[in-house]
């Protein structure tokens, strides 16, 4: 790494958001799959089923989110920047 350069400060934001979206989606599909293992058998209750609509709608705009993180940081022109020398 040349100390010279540092990551765009933007670039890094969008990043870090990026890393947290991931993050609470997998939590999602953790929750959503002991969820979903309920269906079906003596635990089926509305109330699991309120929480597995709930946790599909927020995952689906979650990924929604991250793809078009993903596509910024994809199409990002320079992702370094030249420090100033003091």
Request: charged share 35%; glycine share 6%; aromatic share 6%.
């Amino acid at each position: 790494d040349d100390p010279q350069y540092s990551d765009d400060p933007e670039f890094q934001r969008l990043s870090q958001q990026l890393m947290t979206k991931l993050f609470t989606l997998t939590g999602n599909i953790s929750r959503l799959s002991n969820e979903i293992a309920k269906l079906g058998t003596k635990g089926d209750t509305e109330r699991v089923r309120e929480r597995v609509h709930d946790l599909l709608e927020e995952s689906k705009d979650a990924f929604k989110d991250v793809g078009e993180g993903v596509k910024k940081i994809q199409s990002w022109e320079d992702v370094s920047v030249r420090l100033r020398q003091c």
